[in-house]
């Protein structure tokens, strides 16, 4: 199997290093690595020279591009146009991966070739300490578009998919600022199984003041989104009745939280939300 990994970053150069000795580890080595730079003005473009291929007993060169700030998906998208093998790695700059990661992902598809996509386990790590993954992120593997639904359950980081799968379904929704993820994974697991290596193989760092996920509040805003173009596919009456439940639960949840801080715009928005998927 050729795996391309591909890194966005933006403003990453001291934990890119990080990140890219982890694939530099990897028992089963990739055949590309491409660092998608989506517009820093840090040191990150001198990266290449830090990692020399001489210097690695490594058979992959590591390709580094630039674009303005356009955002994850956009630095995602742009590396999978640019990658040459069938399978895709994604791995976020600040996060890094077990040496054993690829290697098993790789014996998981030889053995269930029917399967294009799968994910590990992870670990968080925040302050330098392990902390324990609250019970909604939950890993599951095989028919999982319902445990799909609530929260995503799946990080990018931990991601093997073959090519064609995001040819079926579309590349990441440059649209959404946050929930970006999410929202493929939804796409994905619609009509597709996806496999889950349980073991803990993926090294999620967090807690950073510039990361996506503290830098919005209200996350639904987002999911909700995602879940509403769902609702424009191709759809099973299950699959419709679980979208639009978990429609109502999260504009519920957003309506308590305008009501709380007087956000008198909202509260009308997503009163009109709950009365037309309540009918």
Sequence with gaps: MNISVVIPTYNRYEVLQRALKSVYSQIYSPKE??????????????????????AFRSSFRVT???????????????????????????????????????????????????????????????????????????????????????HCIIAPSATLIHKSLLEN?????????????????????????????????????GGDKDQLSMKYWGMDRFRVQALEKLLKLE???????????????KYTLLLKGAVKYDRMLDIEAYKIKIKRYEN
């Excluded at 790695?89 to 998981?108: I, M, N, P, T, Y």
């Excluded at 759809?235 to 639960?249: A, G, I, P, R, W």
């Design 33 to 54: 690595v491409i660092i998608i730079d989506d517009g820093s003005i840090d040191e990150t473009s001198q990266i290449q020279k830090l990692f020399p291929q001489k």
């Design 64 to 150: 580094y591009y630039y674009q303005e700030n356009s955002g994850v998906s956009s630095a995602r998208n742009l590396g999978i146009k640019k990658s040459k093998c069938e399978w895709i790695a994604f791995l976020d700059s600040d996060d890094e991966w077990h040496g054993d990661k690829l290697k098993f992902q790789v014996d998981f598809h030889k053995k269930s070739p029917d399967i294009k996509m799968s994910y590990t386990n992870e670990i968080w790590i925040r302050d330098g300490n392990e902390v324990k993954l609250p019970k909604k992120y939950q890993k599951y593997g095989g028919d999982i578009f319902a445990e799909c639904l609530s």
């Design 169 to 205: 379904i579309g590349l990441f929704d440059e649209s959404l600022e946050v929930c970006e993820d999410y929202d493929m994974w939804l796409r994905v697991a619609l009509e597709n199984k996806i496999g889950l290596i349980d073991k803990k193989l993926t090294f999620k760092y």
């Design 235 to 249: 759809l099973t009456q299950e699959q419709k009745d679980l979208v639009t439940k978990n429609l109502l639960d």
